[in-house]
C-alpha cells in the first residue's frame, strides 16, 4: 500500500504545466528573419539508397547554409547556397518545407577565443600523447621521460595560433527555431 502511495505522490508532482510542455520545435513561434541574411537551415529529408531499396536507407538530416532568398513562416524557406558547397552543388538555390525543418541558425560572430582555447587543448593532447608514447618505450626506466607542461607550452607555440585563425574564419551559430 505505501509503494502505491508514493507512486501516486511522484505522478501527481510530475505533471506540467501547459507552458512546460511548450518545448516541442513545431510548437514555437516562427523566428523573423529578413531577406538577404545568411542562415543555416538543418532539414531532414529522405535518404536514398542508390541500389535499390535498403534498410539503412533511412531519414538523414541536412545542412544547409546561404543567403536568405524567400521566406515563408509555416511554409517554407528558400536558400541560395553560398561558400565552397555552391560550386559543387547541382542548383545554386533550394526550397525546404517547414515540415522539414529541424533548426534554423544564424550567425553570431566570430570563433576566436573558441579556436585559441581548442589549440590549447590541441597542445595538450599532443603532450599527453608523447608522454604515453615514451613511457610505451621505456623511458621510465632510462629517467627522460618528456614533461607534460613543458611539451604543452612548447606545442602551443603552434597550434594556439593555428586555432585562433581557424576561429577567425569560421562562424558560431545561434539557434532561433
Not at 62 to 77: C, F, I, N, Q
Not at 135 to 146: M, T, V
Request: proline letters at 7%; one cysteine or more.
Amino acid at each position: 500500500m505505501r509503494c502505491l502511495v508514493c507512486c501516486w505522490l511522484a505522478a501527481s508532482l510530475s505533471f506540467e504545466s501547459a507552458d512546460a510542455q511548450r518545448r516541442l520545435p513545431w510548437t514555437y513561434d516562427p523566428p523573423v528573419l529578413e531577406l538577404g541574411r545568411r542562415v543555416r537551415v538543418s532539414a531532414w529529408e529522405p535518404g536514398f539508397s542508390s541500389l535499390g531499396p535498403s534498410p539503412f536507407a533511412g531519414p538523414r538530416e541536412v545542412r544547409l547554409a546561404g543567403t536568405l532568398v524567400a521566406y515563408s513562416p509555416l511554409d517554407s524557406v528558400r536558400i541560395a547556397r553560398t561558400g565552397a558547397a555552391a560550386l559543387f552543388s547541382a542548383s545554386p538555390e533550394r526550397t525546404v518545407y517547414w515540415s522539414s525543418v529541424a533548426q534554423i541558425d544564424v550567425p553570431n560572430g566570430r570563433n576566436t577565443l573558441d579556436g585559441a582555447a581548442r589549440g590549447l587543448g590541441g597542445a595538450f593532447g599532443v603532450a599527453l600523447m608523447f608522454n604515453l608514447i615514451g613511457r610505451a618505450f621505456g623511458c621510465n626506466y632510462s629517467h627522460n621521460c618528456p614533461n607534460v607542461w613543458r611539451t604543452t607550452a612548447q606545442v602551443a607555440f603552434v597550434t594556439v595560433p593555428a586555432g585562433t585563425i581557424y576561429g577567425f574564419f569560421s562562424t558560431r551559430w545561434k539557434r532561433v527555431y
